[in-house]
Every structure is written in C-alpha cells, then in structure tokens.
C-alpha cells in the first residue's frame, strides 16, 4: 500500500487528488488527531511523533510513505531518510512534500517573489525558502506564520467569524512585506479546506498555489521513474483510514476533508 501520514485531516486532501490520479493503487492513511497540531511542537517531538506514524504505517503494510504534513516535512523528513530508515526499514522509502511543491512555484509566479502561508514550525524551519532557492534561486520569498487556523480548522470552525478575521490578518501580514507579491504558497495541507475563504481575501492578480494537485503528479511522476517501487504496490483499490483518537467529530471532518464517507480504525501510537 501507499501510506499517508499527517498529524491530522490535512493530508486527507493530499490523499483525495491523488486517488483520483491513481485510483488503481491500494492506500493506508493515519492522522494522528488525538496530539495536533504539530505547529507548536520542538522539533524532537515532531520526529518522534511522525517516525512513531511511520513504523505503523509500515507495519501495516505500506511499501512508500508520503508524509502529506508540511511541519512533519520540514521538520523530520531528512533526519527519517538519514537516519530512522536504514535502521529501521533499510528497504521502504518516505517522502515529503515541501521539495516537490517548491520545484512547481517558478510556474506561478511573473514577478518571482512569492508569500508562504504554514505553521510556525514549518516557517521557522526555513525549510521553503531553502528548498525554493534550490530550485529557482531568483525567486524571492516571504513567509507568514499562522498559528490558530490549524486549531480552528481542527475544530470544524472552517465558515466561522473568527476564522475570517484570522485569514484577513495573517494575509495582510504576509502581503506587506512586499507589494510585489503575486503568487501565495498554501503551506499547510489543513489550508485546502479554507482555500475559498483565502481567495476571497486576496488582492486581484495574486495566485493562490495549493498543493494537493501538485503532490499527486509527483507522485505518478515518481511511480514510472521507480517501476520497482510501483511493482511491490497493490492494485486493488483498497482505502482504509486511522487515526489515534476515536471519536464521532474526527469521523465527520474526516469524511468533510476526504470529500466523501469515511470508516475510521482506531490506533494506539
């Protein structure tokens, strides 16, 4: 199976394109809900808790693991391929989604500066502005910290007063560092379920970049590069979801992020 990690709903939104991209493959997701948000979390806690999502996913059968978490990608993704896989799982493999993203902002963007939206440990990390600058080195980059949408996202408070004023706020925070931003980064995968509600208050001319469309094409990109990857994987279809708290709400946003009805197992990291 194809493993997905997030530290909650966000990377149902991943998962959800790139079914519809590779539908034939089999998945396996786990959010681990019952200890988002990662945002505010040292950098130790957030590779213990996503290497402790990782080995689950891996126990239970997936080949690859892609970490549909910004704050986990930035903060444990190259420590996991340094250090956790050859000692662990020498013949697995897990990837992020920070370095495929920033290969695809130079398609966006006319004046080559560009905003990022995320949380703060993905902002303090540096990690888009590095991975950015590698692959389009005049591209200038600005980021914003937004340390409530996840909680309130989480919540279920997508169309909610306060969350309008949280979107207004971080935005004209990000966009007066610089006029001539013309394209914004959605830095956190939670984000796609208030993309309507950021366009709405961006300036016109300015693109919003999201994610999830641009990770399932890496992927079916990575999969024909790697057919010896894309042979061990099954083709049955099959989707099952985790997650490590059990509870009606986190069914429904499940569902409301995926797109469609989901059945949630219970897990114990």
């Known amino acids: 199976m194809i493993g997905f990690f997030d530290s909650g709903f966000g990377g149902l939104t991943v998962l959800?394109?790139?079914?519809?991209?590779?539908?034939?493959?089999?998945?396996?997701?786990?959010?681990?809900?019952?200890?988002?948000?990662?945002?505010?979390?040292?950098?130790?806690t957030i590779y213990k808790f996503t290497t402790e999502g990782v080995s689950e996913l891996f126990k239970r059968g997936a080949e690859l693991v892609i970490l549909a978490c910004n704050t986990s990608s930035s903060g444990a993704l190259r420590r996991i391929q340094q250090e956790?896989?050859?000692?662990?799982?020498p013949d697995k493999n897990?990837?992020?989604?920070?370095?495929?993203?920033?290969?695809?902002?130079?398609?966006?963007?006319?004046?080559?500066?560009?905003?990022?939206?995320?949380?703060?440990?993905?902002?303090?990390?540096?990690?888009?502005?590095?991975?950015?600058a590698k692959a389009s080195p005049a591209i200038k980059v600005y980021q914003q910290a937004c340390p409530m949408?996840?909680?309130?996202?989480?919540?279920?408070?997508?169309?909610?007063?306060?969350?309008?004023?949280?979107?207004?706020?971080?935005?004209?925070?990000?966009l007066a560092q610089s006029t001539k931003i013309d394209s914004v980064v959605l830095g956190c995968t939670h984000y796609a379920l208030i993309e309507s509600q950021i366009k709405k208050h961006l300036p016109q001319g300015v693109n919003l970049i999201s994610q999830e469309p641009i990770i399932a094409k890496k992927l079916s990109i990575y999969l024909?590069?790697?057919?010896?990857?894309?042979?061990?994987?099954?083709k049955n279809g099959q989707r099952t979801f985790?997650?490590?708290?059990?509870?009606?709400?986190?069914?429904?946003?499940?569902?409301?992020?995926?797109g469609e009805p989901v059945k949630i197992e219970f897990v114990s990291l």
């Open 84 to 89: 956790f896989l050859p000692e662990n799982f």
């Open 242 to 258: 985790l997650s490590t708290e059990a509870s009606g709400k986190v069914e429904y946003l499940s569902s409301l992020f995926y």
């Open 94 to 132: 897990v990837l992020g989604i920070i370095i495929p993203t920033a290969e695809e902002v130079e398609n966006f963007t006319n004046t080559k500066e560009v905003g990022i939206l995320a949380t703060e440990a993905t902002v303090n990390s540096l990690a888009y502005p590095k991975e950015i």
């Open 149 to 174: 949408l996840v909680p309130l996202i989480e919540e279920g408070q997508v169309y909610s007063e306060e969350m309008d004023n949280l979107i207004e706020m971080h935005l004209n925070g990000l």
């Open 224 to 234: 024909d590069k790697h057919p010896e990857v894309d042979a061990k994987l099954q």
């Open 16 to 44: 959800k394109e790139v079914v519809k991209l590779l539908p034939q493959c089999a998945y396996l997701y786990l959010g681990d809900n019952a200890r988002t948000p990662y945002g505010d979390l040292d950098q130790e």
